[in-house]
């Protein structure tokens, strides 16, 4: 069965740091570039940041640039996303999701396999 068991969300204050993990079960990162979407309250869904399979290329939503960083460890067939001075309007369940191909991009309908979501809060 092939899963991705996102994990890391949780309740920060302004400013303040996490990391969310994107971990694949019954398959392998390998062959997939990977993204994180975001969903808040009332909105649609969005993308935040992708990286390829290769991770040499990056992509960050204007909104994010300068403080998410995405990276990859595919020996442990994990994908990451840290998110440093975050911003209550960051509040969203973010989602991790799996495209087949080399090269990454922000558009939902390209990714197959989606993520349960995690549920990341700013608020003082």
């Known amino acids: 069965q092939l899963q991705l068991v996102t994990s890391g969300g949780g309740l920060v204050q302004p400013g303040g740091s996490l990391r969310l993990s994107c971990a694949a079960s019954g398959f392998s990162l390998d062959y997939y570039a990977i993204g994180w979407f975001r969903q808040a309250p009332g909105k649609e869904r969005e993308g935040v940041s992708c990286?390829?399979?290769?991770?040499?290329?990056?992509s960050y939503a204007d909104s994010v640039k300068g403080r998410f960083t995405i990276s990859r460890d595919n020996a442990k067939n994990t994908v990451y996303l840290q998110m440093n001075s975050l911003k209550p309007e960051d509040t969203a369940v973010y989602y991790c999701a799996a495209d087949p191909a080399v090269a990454c991009a922000l558009r939902l309908y390209e990714y197959d396999y989606w993520g349960q979501g995690t549920q990341v809060t700013v608020s003082s």
């Open positions: 990286i390829s399979v290769n991770g040499g290329y990056t």
